[in-house]
Nanobody, 119 residues
Framework: QVQLVESGGGAVQAGGSLRLSCATS?????????MGWHRQAPGKQRESVAI???????DYADSVKGRFTISRDNAKNTVYLQMNNLKPEDSGVYYC????????????WGQGTQVTVSS
């Protein structure tokens, strides 16, 4: 009954850009204290990339600061991740997630979208 649908992944050259989208229901978007993007590269643990709270506060992994921007459109129940100046180490499966209403622990997850950055 909770659905998050990612889109916008693909293959780009280093230095290129992609914009990921995550669409969900009005109910899910409204109750979550935060929405976030996480990624998992082969052989690595899943890591938080960017978070945006209901109050529009944002937090980024050090590796993407200055290159990625997370935003939300409350009218569309959608969260975005604008990724600029992509690097090969950004490659992986990107997952959208919604947190608990009480904190930023993420409890609902999308199925992921692949991002591949070539040298």
């Amino acid at each position: 009954q909770v659905q998050l649908v990612e889109s916008g992944g693909g293959a780009v050259q280093a230095g290129g850009s992609l914009r990921l989208s995550c669409a969900t229901s009005r109910t899910t978007f409204s109750f979550a204290a935060a929405m976030g993007w996480h990624r998992q590269a082969p052989g690595k643990q899943r890591e938080s990339v960017a978070i945006i709270t209901r109050g529009e506060d944002t937090d980024y992994a050090d590796s993407v600061k200055g290159r990625f921007t997370i935003s939300r459109d409350n009218a569309k129940n959608t969260v975005y991740l604008q990724m600029n100046n992509l690097k090969p180490e950004d490659s992986g499966v990107y997952y959208c997630a919604a947190s608990s209403p009480l904190n930023t622990r993420f409890i609902y997850w999308g199925q992921g979208t692949q991002v591949t950055v070539s040298s």
